[in-house]
């Protein structure tokens, strides 16, 4: 069954670094979203993508995060100045019509 | 925006029992997957279902689009059930799907 992969599992940065979260979604996926759930809390939204560029976004999407798909596979969330609140899970999910895949997800601790 | 919410928050059985969990939403949508996210973190997809009936194993769900809810029912619990249970909708007109908070489900040996 085709997946999403996700890299790094878990990454742990200082605060104020900058950290990049990588994605692969599915290959015949046009659809592609970035979710954060905070330990022990609901998985929240934060940004959708299609034809490159950002279909709607949440609030807690700033101007600290940014996506982009770099080539034909790869879809990134970049997070400039990272704060110890960004601490999450985050998870990386596609969609081909209304269903949707998430990938395993990228722990994020920030220092 | 929709409002989803999901009952019972906690939820306890002994090993064997059956389960019914409930989601209920505040507009109409396109699509309602329910997940069990898994002690990893895993989210993974149990049904895709924005209407009618299905069955997996000892899980089914149903999905009663008119009346903005949906169940899903576990049947003979297993210890491997623990964990949480999210249902998720994608609003209509929407480019993204909106989770519950979810039914923490702990099933004891």
């Known amino acids: 069954e085709p997946e999403v992969t996700q890299t790094p599992s878990h990454q742990v940065t200082q605060m104020g670094q900058e950290v990049i979260l990588r994605c692969v979604p599915i290959?015949?996926?046009?659809?592609f979203y970035w979710y954060r759930q905070i330990l022990g809390q609901k998985v929240e939204f934060l940004v959708s993508?299609?034809?490159?560029?950002?279909?709607?976004k949440s609030e807690i999407f700033d101007d600290q995060f940014s996506v982009e798909r770099p080539d034909g596979s790869n879809f990134t969330l970049k997070i400039r100045s990272t704060k110890l609140e960004d601490s999450a899970m985050y998870f990386c999910?596609?969609?081909?019509?209304?269903?949707?895949?998430f990938g395993s997800g990228t722990r994020l601790t920030v220092v | 925006g929709i409002q989803v919410e999901q009952s019972p928050p906690d939820l306890i059985l002994q090993e064997g029992a059956n389960s019914t969990l409930r989601c209920n939403f505040s507009?109409?949508?396109?699509?309602l997957q329910w997940f069990h996210q898994n002690p990893w973190g895993q989210l993974i997809n149990l049904f895709y279902?924005?209407?009618g009936t299905k069955q997996n194993g000892r899980l089914s769900a149903t999905t009663v689009a008119t009346e903005r809810y949906s169940l899903l029912y576990i049947s003979s619990s297993q210890t491997t059930d623990s964990g949480v249970y999210f249902c998720?909708?994608?609003?209509?007109?929407?480019?993204?799907?909106?989770f519950g908070a979810g039914t923490r489900l702990f099933v004891k040996a």
């Open positions: 999910a596609s969609s081909i019509l209304t269903f949707y895949t």
């Open positions: 290959s015949n996926h046009l659809y």
């Open positions: 993508f299609y034809n490159n560029e950002i279909s709607e």
């Open positions: 507009d109409s949508v396109n699509n």
């Open positions: 279902i924005p209407s």
């Open positions: 998720a909708v994608e609003p209509t007109g929407g480019f993204k799907t909106i």
